[in-house]
């Protein structure tokens, strides 16, 4: 296997066709990929076992769903002793509103992806949470203003069997 646990290019098209429609039915994922459907069944299952295929979910539209805004928010932290990071990121893997979170290399300590209604709602966010965690010293808040491109599939074909 490549280092990315795809084993081959069947193993591409199917993680490629599940990113973009999960709901595709075993036949209609084997017609797909040019696979049978058991070779398609049996190859979806060690993906998830090895953790290739985490979930599936629907996608929304974000003005509809209402929560339209995006804020990317980067964060410097006064402290950076294991504890406080690991109490920080625990806080930000419950709140909803918080869609991704990395830690970075840089100026700042972790940039946040979050999604709110509005600027008040991003406000009380800010002001009565995220400020309020031990280890946060400083917050950059950006609003997006507007989506060029959030697509959530993983370029593998491209990848995935490189050496």
Not at 37 to 47: A, E, K, N, P, Y
Request: hydrophobic fraction near 45%.
């Amino acid at each position: 296997m490549s280092r990315s646990e795809l084993a081959d290019a069947i193993d591409v098209r199917i993680v490629e066709a599940l990113q973009r429609d999960a709901k595709l039915s075993a036949q209609e994922l084997a017609e797909r990929v040019g696979a049978s459907t058991t070779v398609c069944w049996r190859r979806v299952r060690r993906l998830q076992s090895a953790g290739v295929l985490r979930r599936a979910a629907m996608l929304l539209d974000p003005a509809r769903a209402g929560v339209p805004e995006v804020v990317f928010a980067r964060i410097r932290m006064s402290s950076h002793q294991p504890a406080v990071t690991r109490a920080f990121e625990e806080a930000m893997r419950v709140r909803e509103e918080v869609l991704e979170c990395y830690p970075l290399m840089g100026n700042a300590d972790y940039q946040l992806k979050v999604a709110v209604p509005g600027i008040g709602a991003y406000n009380r966010f800010l002001q009565d949470f995220l400020l309020g965690l031990e280890g946060v010293a400083n917050v950059e808040s950006s609003f997006a203003l507007r989506e060029v491109k959030n697509d959530p599939a993983l370029p593998v074909g491209r990848f995935a069997l490189d050496d």
